[in-house]
């Protein structure tokens, strides 16, 4: 018990901002295994991201509330996946050869591919949630639970890629190399049940299982985009899986919005 509570916190210091007790400490060797609670990371950054979209939205308005549940999300995580989704819209939209895109996307400096890129992100993100909320007046608990299914089930699909795909930038300074490590199957299958609970619940919830298409149609997406990470580059770096992420966020927002709307 007490090395599964190491790994939740390993993972809780390494992809949020918030802090782990001191006894904790960093080993390398746990953090591929501490992505078995990645999904479970999605809980936790979901559901303050909904508590904070239903303060704004019932002490102010609506477009309020879905920027502070957007601005909680990006401090609790310290924007830690828009980040490499910046990173690699720099680096696949200005290089053209292996080399380049990996020395754009190492780069710390921000180019126009990924502005432009993350301003369209989050006006997405904006206007899904909007209408999302406009979707389910009142429902606290099915917003909820659309929240923290979109943040557990998002980074599931990270961790997919991981035991899918062939990591690229083994150097000593990249901050993912421990994570990509290919791990066991039991921490694959521990993710994955985190990671669908809060879509089940969902589905009981509201009785529409059509939302449980949400998966597959996800993991498409994910293959997709490792598709064209490994077209480019061979395989994925950590600004790829955490442009897996946001688009796998993204994407879950806007089937779940298309269901309510014509189912």
């Not at 060797?29 to 991201?49: C, H, Q």
């Not at 923290?148 to 980074?155: E, G, T």
Request: positive net charge.
């Amino acid at each position: 018990m007490k090395q599964e509570l190491r790994l939740f916190f390993t993972a809780l210091q390494f992809y949020t901002r918030l802090p782990a007790p001191s006894w904790v400490g960093y080993n390398p060797e746990d953090m591929n295994k501490a992505t078995r609670y990645l999904p479970f990371i999605g809980w936790i950054v979901g559901s303050v991201s909904a508590v904070s979209l239903f303060l704004g939205m019932y002490c102010i308005n609506i477009p309020t509330g879905i920027l502070l549940s957007m601005i909680s999300s990006i401090l609790l995580t310290g924007a830690f996946h828009e980040d490499g989704f910046a990173d690699a819209c720099d680096g696949f939209g200005g290089g053209w050869t292996k080399e380049k895109i990996l020395e754009i996307m190492k780069d710390s400096r921000v180019g126009t591919y990924a502005v432009v890129s993350l301003m369209l992100l989050l006006g997405l993100k904006f206007s899904l949630l909007h209408a999302l909320t406009e979707l389910l007046p009142g429902q606290f608990p099915a917003i909820l639970l659309v929240f923290v299914s979109a943040h557990a089930l998002s980074r599931f699909m990270a961790v997919t890629m991981i035991f899918t795909h062939q990591y690229v930038r083994f150097t000593d300074d990249s901050k993912a190399k421990p994570v990509a490590e290919v791990g066991s199957k039991t921490t694959l299958f521990i993710a994955a049940i985190i990671a669908i609970i809060p879509l089940i619940s969902l589905f009981l919830l509201l009785n529409q299982p059509s939302l449980l298409l949400s998966l597959p149609i996800l993991y498409g997406i994910k293959m997709l985009l490792a598709r064209y990470f490994t077209k480019w580059i061979g395989g994925y770096t950590g600004d790829c899986l955490g442009t897996t992420q946001q688009v796998c966020e993204i994407g879950f927002y806007l089937f779940t919005a298309l269901l309510w709307k014509f189912i």
